[in-house]
Structures are given as structure tokens and as C-alpha cells.
């Protein structure tokens, strides 16, 4: 009879605490959510957003412009695709806290189209970028990107530092 005492009691704590996954595999999981979002975006599968971003997604940067919709922000990641066909992430580091995952890490790409008024030039680029993504119910919600606009422009030749820079 005491073992039923037991295998009962465990079940009722589990029920008293919340039945929440422990905070360690919550920032796992929000952290394996960010690396999905990478995937998706280095094969190309934008549809693929649909399942990893909320509707209503978000993106603020000084860099890039403002969506407002995950729409919005596929639509953009496939502009962006069009000039940098062979755009590329990767990320060295992705550190997990609450509910946000920041990430730092490399972007690369040849720019083989035009890119807003920027006509394609054949160039490649490699920068650095910075991303915050906060995870709302599993899913990226909202996201703050940063990048060296400038430093890219000179990479693809749209732009030339004055003489002794």
C-alpha cells in the first residue's frame, strides 16, 4: 500500500508546482527556436516561419526596415534572397535568458541582384550581426537586428571611404 502512497503523492506535487518544465529546458527550447529560424532561412523555406513566428511578429533596427507583420518579414527575407541568392547565417553564440535569445554571429553573401536602389554588383560580403529575439507561447514574436550598413555598402561597392579612412 505504500508504494501506491508514493506513486499518488508524485502526480499531486507535479499538479501543486504547476506541472512547468523546469527553466533550464525553457531557455533550451527558446534557444533550439532561434537555430530553427536559422535553418529556415539558410534553406530558404520562408513558409517554414509560419510554424516557428507569431503572426503579428515584429522586427525593429536602425539597420534594416521596420515589419510589422511575419508577412511583412517574409516578404522581405525574400527580396533579400533575390540579391544575395547564396546569403548565408551562422552563429557563434546564442545565449538564452526569460523569455529573450540573443544571438551573434556572421552573415555572408554575393550580391547577385538589385537590393532596394543598389544595383547588383557581383561582390561579396561577410558581416557581423546581432540579433534579440523575444519567444512569446513558443514562438519568435518580436526581434531587434543590428549590422554596419556602411561597412556592407563598402564591401559590395556602393560606397568609397574618403581617401586616408
Given at each position: 500500500?505504500?508504494?501506491?502512497?508514493?506513486f499518488?503523492?508524485?502526480?499531486?506535487?507535479?499538479?501543486?508546482?504547476?506541472?512547468?518544465?523546469?527553466?533550464?529546458?525553457?531557455?533550451?527550447?527558446?534557444?533550439?527556436?532561434f537555430?530553427?529560424?536559422?535553418?529556415?532561412?539558410?534553406?530558404?523555406?520562408?513558409?517554414?516561419?509560419?510554424?516557428?513566428?507569431?503572426?503579428d511578429?515584429?522586427?525593429?533596427?536602425?539597420?534594416?526596415?521596420?515589419?510589422?507583420?511575419?508577412?511583412?518579414?517574409?516578404?522581405?527575407?525574400?527580396?533579400?534572397?533575390?540579391?544575395?541568392?547564396?546569403?548565408?547565417m551562422?552563429?557563434?553564440?546564442?545565449v538564452?535568458?526569460?523569455?529573450?535569445?540573443?544571438?551573434?554571429?556572421?552573415?555572408?553573401?554575393?550580391?547577385?541582384?538589385?537590393?532596394?536602389?543598389f544595383?547588383?554588383?557581383g561582390?561579396?560580403?561577410?558581416?557581423k550581426?546581432?540579433?534579440?529575439?523575444r519567444?512569446?507561447?513558443?514562438?519568435?514574436?518580436?526581434?531587434?537586428?543590428?549590422?554596419?550598413?556602411?561597412g556592407?555598402l563598402?564591401?559590395?561597392?556602393?560606397?568609397?571611404?574618403?581617401?586616408?579612412?
Open positions: 500500500m505504500r508504494t501506491h502512497v508514493t499518488l503523492c508524485v502526480p499531486a506535487l507535479a499538479l501543486a508546482a504547476g506541472c512547468t518544465p523546469p527553466p533550464d529546458a525553457t531557455l533550451e527550447a527558446n534557444k533550439e527556436l537555430r530553427q529560424y536559422v535553418e529556415a532561412y539558410n534553406a530558404t523555406d520562408f513558409d517554414r516561419l509560419d510554424e516557428l513566428m507569431t503572426p511578429f515584429a522586427r525593429h533596427s536602425q539597420a534594416a526596415t521596420e515589419v510589422n507583420s511575419l508577412e511583412e518579414f517574409k516578404a522581405n527575407l525574400r527580396q533579400g534572397h533575390e540579391a544575395f541568392p547564396d546569403a548565408r551562422e552563429f557563434e553564440t546564442i538564452a535568458e526569460g523569455d529573450k535569445v540573443a544571438a551573434y554571429g556572421t552573415w555572408t553573401g554575393t550580391q547577385q541582384g538589385a537590393w532596394g536602389p544595383p547588383a554588383t561582390q561579396a560580403a561577410e558581416l550581426i546581432f540579433y534579440l529575439f519567444v512569446e507561447d513558443g514562438k519568435l514574436a518580436e526581434m531587434w537586428t543590428e549590422w554596419d550598413n556602411l556592407f563598402t564591401q559590395l561597392g556602393h560606397f568609397t571611404p574618403p581617401e586616408g579612412t
